[in-house]
């Protein structure tokens, strides 16, 4: 059977529609439309197999595929992103073998075997110091707009949860000084907040303007607030405390971690917390505090001295 390559357009087309109407964020939905399909700057499977002149989708294989991964290393995108977009042709060859169109798939579609996953540089997060969140925390002022500012990058702080679960939060997923959060693959963890996250929490919602919306974090209008708002926001406080690193809401989940571990937190109550499926994740903020780790010897070993 000839299935032309037009046809994998409108296949391509398909399987976004349906990660649209499943549980992945809308950015995972925008990135892998832009990995198959490409943009005005190129840089899509489907532009690349254009360019190589496939004529029929069945002329796609394992050699194209690795093909397409130098072209893109050639162009100078980094590893993350590389693996994003093989993670983007493995999801759509297991939509075509789910829905039955082909029967076998040019590359292994679980992301497991001797393929040609590229690894992961494992980039060291960005983290602040316990100085340096200190004085972030303390940037908001006494209006009803800083109090609401207050809360969230306290929320943020206390509890280590991505941007997109503090977006998503309602006023109904609050109980004490506990928060219930909807991560990726829509599951649940429950995180902690401490007083002080707590206390700003109560200030702000004195003052969180009456609105039918269940949001917990909103606007002046009362309508929920979206990430780029929180992330202008953060960076905006962060250069009011004179932070010199390039600041984002994420900054404060690697300094969540950082901090917990330096505290002598266990890994895998930190792994939970973060909501992390794999230890290994977590495992990266242990270079974090290697320095610690140092500290701590040369202050406590007998034979670290003389």
Same mark, same amino acid.
């Given at each position: 059977?000839?299935?032309?390559?037009?046809? &994998?357009?409108?296949?391509?087309?398909?399987?976004?529609?349906?990660?649209?109407?499943?549980?992945?964020?809308?950015?995972? %939905?925008?990135?892998?439309?832009?990995?198959?399909?490409?943009?005005?700057?190129?840089?899509?499977?489907?532009?690349?197999?254009?360019?190589?002149?496939?004529? /029929?989708? *069945?002329?796609?294989?394992?050699?194209?595929?690795? /093909?397409?991964?130098? *072209?893109?290393?050639?162009?100078?995108?980094?590893?993350?992103?590389?693996?994003?977009?093989?993670?983007?042709?493995?999801?759509? *060859?297991?939509?075509?073998?789910?829905?039955?169109?082909?029967?076998?798939?040019?590359?292994? #579609?679980?992301?497991?075997?001797?393929?040609?996953?590229?690894?992961?540089?494992?980039?060291?997060?960005?983290?602040?110091?316990?100085?340096? @969140?200190?004085?972030?925390?303390?940037?908001?002022?006494?209006?009803?707009?800083?109090?609401?500012?207050?809360?969230?990058?306290?929320?943020? *702080?206390?509890?280590? &949860?991505?941007?997109?679960?503090?977006?998503?939060?309602?006023?109904?997923?609050?109980?004490?000084?506990?928060?219930?959060? #909807?991560?990726?693959?829509?599951?649940?963890? %429950?995180?902690?907040?401490?007083?002080?996250?707590?206390?700003?929490?109560?200030?702000?919602?004195?003052?969180?303007? &009456?609105?039918?919306?269940?949001?917990?974090? %909103?606007?002046?209008?009362?309508?929920?607030?979206?990430?780029?708002?929180?992330?202008?926001? %953060?960076?905006?406080?962060?250069?009011?405390?004179?932070?010199?690193?390039?600041?984002?809401?994420?900054?404060?989940?690697?300094?969540?971690? #950082?901090? &917990?571990?330096?505290?002598?937190? /266990?890994?895998?109550?930190?792994?939970?917390?973060?909501?992390?499926?794999?230890?290994? @994740? @977590?495992?990266?903020?242990?270079?974090? @505090?290697?320095?610690?780790?140092? /500290?701590?010897?040369?202050?406590?070993?007998?034979?670290?001295?003389?």
């Amino acid at each position: 059977m000839v299935l032309r390559l037009c046809w &994998m357009k409108t296949s391509i087309d398909r399987y976004i529609l349906s990660l649209s109407s499943g549980s992945n964020s809308r950015y995972t %939905v925008r990135n892998y439309s832009s990995d198959l399909l490409g943009n005005s700057r190129g840089g899509g499977f489907l532009q690349y197999c254009e360019r190589r002149n496939i004529q /029929d989708i *069945y002329e796609v294989d394992r050699q194209l595929v690795r /093909d397409y991964l130098t *072209y893109l290393t050639a162009r100078g995108i980094e590893k993350v992103s590389l693996c994003r977009k093989l993670s983007a042709i493995r999801g759509f *060859y297991r939509f075509l073998l789910s829905e039955g169109t082909i029967e076998q798939a040019p590359i292994p #579609t679980s992301g497991k075997g001797s393929l040609i996953s590229p690894k992961r540089d494992q980039r060291l997060p960005e983290y602040l110091t316990e100085q340096e @969140t200190e004085k972030l925390l303390s940037m908001p002022d006494n209006s009803n707009i800083g109090k609401r500012d207050k809360a969230l990058l306290e929320v943020l *702080y206390a509890s280590g &949860m991505r941007i997109s679960e503090l977006c998503n939060l309602n006023l109904s997923d609050i109980s004490k000084d506990e928060i219930r959060v #909807t991560g990726k693959g829509d599951k649940e963890r %429950v995180v902690l907040l401490g007083n002080q996250a707590i206390n700003a929490l109560v200030s702000y919602l004195q003052v969180r303007p &009456m609105t039918k919306q269940r949001a917990l974090f %909103v606007s002046i209008r009362g309508q929920r607030l979206g990430i780029r708002a929180i992330q202008k926001m %953060v960076s905006n406080y962060a250069k009011m405390a004179g932070i010199q690193k390039r600041i984002h809401p994420h900054t404060l989940r690697h300094s969540f971690a #950082t901090h &917990m571990l330096n505290g002598g937190a /266990d890994l895998r109550v930190v792994q939970e917390l973060l909501g992390h499926a794999d230890l290994s @994740t @977590t495992q990266i903020y242990t270079h974090l @505090t290697s320095s610690k780790v140092r /500290d701590r010897y040369l202050d406590c070993h007998p034979g670290s001295k003389g």
